[in-house]
T-cell receptor
Framework: NAGVMQNPRHLVRRRGQEARLRCSPMKGHSHVYWYRQLPEEGLKFMVYLQKENIIDESGMPKERFSAEFPKEGPSILRIQQVVRGDSAAYFC????????????FGSGTRLTVV | QKEVEQDPGPLSVPEGAIVSLNCTYSNSAFQYFMWYRQYSRKGPELLMYTYSSGNKEDGRFTAQVDKSSKYISLFIRDSQPSDSATYLCAMSAHGNEKLTFGTGTRLTIIP
């Protein structure tokens, strides 16, 4: 039973380019969460999605960031016109639903903006 | 003031010692409490999950929640070098909503 799969593991983008981060939840999990981790900091919530719905995007920056979880395929976190401050580790987590007892995290995508 | 406070350490203890890790929080609505372990350049791994106040034990790990004091703890008995990692506390008011994390405590177990 594969865990939460994130790809790519490492992503390098030049300033102004777009970054696309993908997350495939564990089998049977319909809830997906994205978190960002800056060096020496804890994880910061970005967005919570279910299939075809954004449930909570209170942690998403107002501009340049978007997320989706389509009916088919992985969840995508998209960052347009990246800046150096976007360099961070981005983690995806999934859960099967209410009362599930914690989330399972993927190994993350480390984005470096040069 | 942060919603969740956690001493970043670093904390170094000899192998076999009992380790105590702690977090305090300010949001009285938090009911779900978790501890995650994160190895360098890896994703967080769920260690303990508790609801409301009380104790929970799993092998060498014990989690305690004191909601009246807004204080949670993780104890590691018979610590091993493989326990060397960053430990993150996390909490939420309702199941399946966003987690609020502490900044993590970096722990090193010295052989």
């Amino acid at each position: 039973n594969a865990g939460v799969m994130q790809n790519p593991r490492h992503l390098v983008r030049r300033r102004g380019q777009e970054a696309r981060l993908r997350c495939s939840p564990m089998k049977g999990h319909s809830h997906v969460y994205w978190y960002r981790q800056l060096p020496e900091e804890g994880l910061k919530f970005m967005v919570y999605l279910q299939k075809e719905n954004i449930i909570d995007e209170s942690g998403m920056p107002k501009e340049r960031f978007s997320a989706e979880f389509p009916k088919e395929g992985p969840s995508i976190l998209r960052i347009q016109q990246v800046v150096r401050g976007d360099s961070a580790a981005y983690f995806c987590a999934s859960s099967p639903g209410a009362g599930s007892g914690g989330y399972t995290f993927g190994s993350g995508t480390r984005l470096t903006v040069v | 003031q942060k919603e969740v406070e956690q001493d970043p350490g670093p904390l170094s203890v000899p192998e076999g010692a009992i380790v105590s890790l702690n977090c305090t929080y300010s949001n009285s609505a938090f009911q779900y409490f978790m501890w995650y372990r994160q190895y360098s350049r890896k994703g967080p791994e769920l260690l303990m999950y508790t609801y409301s106040s009380g104790n929970k034990e799993d092998g060498r790990f014990t989690a305690q929640v004191d909601k009246s004091s807004k204080y949670i703890s993780l104890f590691i008995r018979d610590s091993q070098p493989s326990d060397s990692a960053t430990y993150l506390c996390a909490m939420s008011a309702h199941g399946n909503e966003k987690l609020t994390f502490g900044t993590g405590t970096r722990l090193t177990i010295i052989p």
